[in-house]
């Protein structure tokens, strides 16, 4: 673990990452490079990716009052569009696309995007891992969604080509299993007083509908590897099968409005009296959808996603008031399912394809996802749409009245300098927390409103290793580690597809995917995501490496994994301003109440001014971003 690191990453990663994030934004300039240069290709690049440093700098400067004072005069680029889109993510590029259809394929658009590349949380990671070629997703993981795709979200991904009941075809379902691996638990030192990896515990185990021979089996098993104590065991069996009614003389809707105002921690504590180890083995398995643990999640939701302590209590199937949407099991919804091996990046490459063919040449929707995109291509006047990168939009705003003005004016700062260009009309696709501080004209309760909008701090790290002979050894190959920095590790899902072939045998490079949510125990959500995002933002990457390479080295290390070895590349994905924030019961009583919820109020159309983005449906999937997307062209003046 001491020894010095030499890879190329720690350079990209440490050395970049603290020299931009210590310069003023207006002096990012010769730090960012030309997206038109031969050699901009930034899928390939490693160390610090997702809000990587330079991508926030202005938007920072603008939040702290600060942007105004050193950004000299604007110059006015001549440039003019039928419509201007701020934000490069799937929203933004879903607007594009239908924008373009509504308006023919001459209508002139203008993406802009502050990132170095496009797609937003849907980022591609790129490796070379000797001579082998391999994928990862930076964030966006897969088509899927708790609630069944609207006609429009899967209208769009039929007019991509996308056959997502095709994925059966391209996944090798039984890989690792035929290799002897399973999902495990890795109880650590710091959280269990010792370091072990054991069989996992799989909370939908256990429950009298739910139980099969093999589930108990595992149970047992778990019940006799887990260094936990005795108590949490005779705790944990009795969770799953003594079914107990905490609230008798209640009815269903009573338990479920009790539920709604409890956390799942506390319901374990106080109603189940269970051991508090057991509380700690479930603590982060909400991380992957919430971004907080049980302490922050309603029982009615831990109910909904089946975790266990519900069976004795009689509760009617249907949605309780206030349930968050990744709680409600739906049938449908969970077959739609689809992952590229660069997640849904694939979409908004597929996206740009449509909006600038040269920018992604190829036919097909499999072979996008071996084809190397020419980001020159991206940003030209022969084009009528374009994609500028590097750009943050700083001000957008009607020439005159937003009830009768013809135009708005958009100012974005690109290179250490702002540039204006003109449109009839704009569609702020990008992170509604940003909307109030670049369009001042909106009415007060709106601005309001966006500026509620929380975002989840997660980060999404891509690990390529050698081989992975070691987890064979250990016999994992998806590891839920609750004490640890990243509460997930997983090889990689084994699709091949397009002409991408994915490690099928142990001796083979493989990405390690590990998922970490920035969250601080005890606080309410909100809270949580605030001093989670301060953390991401102030974390160097020498700090999440040395973090890395310590999980790594202990979950993997007794099959013989040495990091110093094994490690080719380090791609950490930070997304400071992650998940689009969905609503919670224990903490936004208004989503108990019913009624106009802030999301709602924050999208709401001004003038020439449509907003789109995940956000402005709380609600943090794809299909939303595309819903969105749509809605907010729908609501553009025409003329
Ligand atoms: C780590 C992670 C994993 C996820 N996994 C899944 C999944 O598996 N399946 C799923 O369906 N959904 C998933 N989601 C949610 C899904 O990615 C989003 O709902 C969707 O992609 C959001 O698209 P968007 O365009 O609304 O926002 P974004 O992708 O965030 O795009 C908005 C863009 O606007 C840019 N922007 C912000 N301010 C400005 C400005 N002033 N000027 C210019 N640009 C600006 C942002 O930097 C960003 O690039 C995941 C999200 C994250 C963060």
Not at 137 to 149: H, L, R, V
Not at 285 to 303: E, K, R, T
Not at 355 to 379: E, M, R
Request: overall charge neutral; glycine content about 8%; some cysteine.
């Amino acid at each position: 673990m001491h020894r010095k690191i030499t890879r190329r990453d720690f350079i990209n990663g440490v050395a970049v990452a603290t020299g931009a994030a210590m310069m003023p934004w207006h002096l990012m300039g010769e730090s960012v490079a030309d997206q038109n240069a031969p050699n901009y290709y930034p899928p390939a690049l490693t160390g610090m990716r997702g809000s990587h440093p330079g991508s926030f700098d202005a938007a920072h400067a603008l939040r702290d009052g600060t942007f105004w004072d050193t950004a000299g005069r604007p110059e006015d680029t001549g440039e003019s569009y039928d419509l201007v889109v701020v934000g490069g993510g799937i929203s933004g590029l879903a607007a594009a696309h239908f924008y373009r259809k509504a308006a023919g394929r001459n209508a002139r658009i203008l993406i802009l995007d502050n990132h170095d590349d496009f797609g937003g949380h849907a980022k591609r990671n790129e490796f070379r891992v000797n001579n082998a070629f391999r994928l990862g997703f930076g964030g966006t993981f897969s088509i899927e969604s708790p609630a069944p795709y609207s006609v429009v979200a899967k209208g769009l991904i039929e007019e991509l080509g996308i056959d997502v009941p095709s994925f059966s075809k391209y996944v090798s379902k039984n890989l690792y299993h035929s290799h002897g691996l399973s999902s495990k638990i890795f109880f650590d030192k710091e959280t269990f007083g010792v370091d072990k990896l054991a069989a996992s515990v799989n909370p939908h185990w256990g429950g009298s509908e739910s139980a099969t021979p093999e589930s108990d089996a595992r149970l047992k098993q778990f019940l006799s590897e887990a260094p936990i104590a005795e108590q949490a065991k005779r705790d944990l069996l009795r969770l799953f099968q003594e079914p107990k009614d905490y609230y008798p003389g209640l009815t269903s809707n009573e338990k479920k409005a009790k539920l709604a105002r409890i956390s799942y921690a506390n319901f374990l504590k106080d109603l189940a009296g269970v051991h508090e180890d057991v509380i700690k083995v479930f603590q982060a398995y909400p991380h992957g959808l919430f971004g907080v643990g049980i302490d922050a999640v309603a029982a009615q939701d831990a109910w909904g996603l089946g975790l266990p302590g519900f069976d004795g209590m009689k509760l009617d199937p249907a949605p309780g008031k206030g349930m968050n949407r990744d709680a409600i099991p739906n049938e449908e919804a969970e077959k739609y399912f689809f992952h590229f091996p660069d997640g849904n990046a694939s979409i908004a490459r597929l996206l740009v394809r449509k909006l600038i063919p040269d920018a992604i040449p190829g036919g097909s929707w499999t072979d996008v996802v071996v084809t190397k995109a020419n980001y020159a291509k991206l940003d030209q006047a022969v084009s009528p749409v374009r994609i500028r990168l590097n750009s943050t939009a700083v001000r957008v705003k009607h020439l005159g009245d937003a009830a009768t003005a013809n135009e708005v004016e958009i100012m974005y700062a690109r290179s250490g300098k702002v540039y204006t260009v003109r449109a009839k009309n704009a569609v702020l696709a990008c992170w509604h927390v940003v909307i109030p501080y670049i369009c001042e004209e909106l009415p007060e309760k709106q601005r309001e409103a966006l500026a509620s909008a929380q975002k989840v701090p997660l980060l999404y790290t891509n690990v390529a290793v050698r081989n992975w002979t070691s987890f064979q050894k250990v016999g994992a190959n998806s590891v839920y580690s609750p004490g640890m920095y990243h509460s997930s590790v997983n090889l990689d899902m084994p699709v091949s597809i397009g002409g991408y072939e994915c490690a099928r045998k142990p001796e083979e490079p493989i990405i390690v995917h590990m998922m970490k949510a920035a969250c601080h125990p005890g606080l309410q959500a909100r809270q949580q995501h605030v001093f989670g995002r301060m953390e991401l933002y102030t974390t160097t990457f020498e700090t999440m490496e040395r973090n890395i390479r310590d999980q790594l080295a202990r979950i993997a290390g007794p099959g013989g994994f040495d990091p110093a070895r094994d490690i080719a590349a380090i791609t950490v994905n930070r997304w400071p301003h992650g998940y689009a924030y969905e609503y919670n019961s224990l903490f936004d009583s208004f989503w108990l109440e019913g009624g106009e919820t802030p999301c709602e109020v924050a999208r709401k159309p001004h003038g020439r001014i449509a907003i789109a983005n995940a956000d402005a449906g709380a609600y943090a999937y794809t299909d939303e971003a595309i819903n969105q997307a749509y809605r907010a062209v729908g609501e553009l003046k025409k003329a």
